[in-house]
């Protein structure tokens, strides 16, 4: 059964912006209780953590902060990631992750495109 469920991927130019949606399932995850992830893998390239939010933390990695944005909507049980200034090394297939504990899930992935 499905966890996390990603969207809002797509093509975009460079400089412009897209966000990404994770929807958890109520079911198994309280996105308040878990910490909440978006990674990404571009081609030939290993799985990279971009964002974090826990509790009432954020953290990011070099490349994507001032860009980027983590944020999440307890009320839908979904995270989002806001993505400016986009550029072409942003490219990849993202994932949302979830983990607490010994518990973690991934979602599916959803692909961003930056090209003109």
């Known amino acids: 059964q499905v966890r996390l469920v990603e969207s809002g991927g797509g093509l975009v130019q460079p400089g412009g912006s897209l966000r990404l949606s994770c929807a958890a399932s109520r079911m198994f995850i309280n996105i308040n209780f878990y910490t909440m992830e978006w990674y990404r893998q571009a081609p030939g390239e290993q799985r990279e953590l971009v964002a974090t939010?826990?509790?009432?933390?954020?953290n990011y990695i070099d490349s994507v902060k001032g860009r980027f944005t983590i944020s999440r909507d307890s009320a839908k049980n979904t995270v989002y990631l806001q993505m400016n200034s986009l550029n072409a090394e942003d490219t990849a297939v993202y994932y949302c992750?979830?983990?607490?504990?010994?518990?973690?899930?991934w979602g599916q992935g959803t692909q961003v495109t930056v090209s003109s």
């Open positions: 939010i826990t509790g009432g933390s954020t």
């Open positions: 992750h979830a983990r607490a504990g010994a518990q973690f899930y």
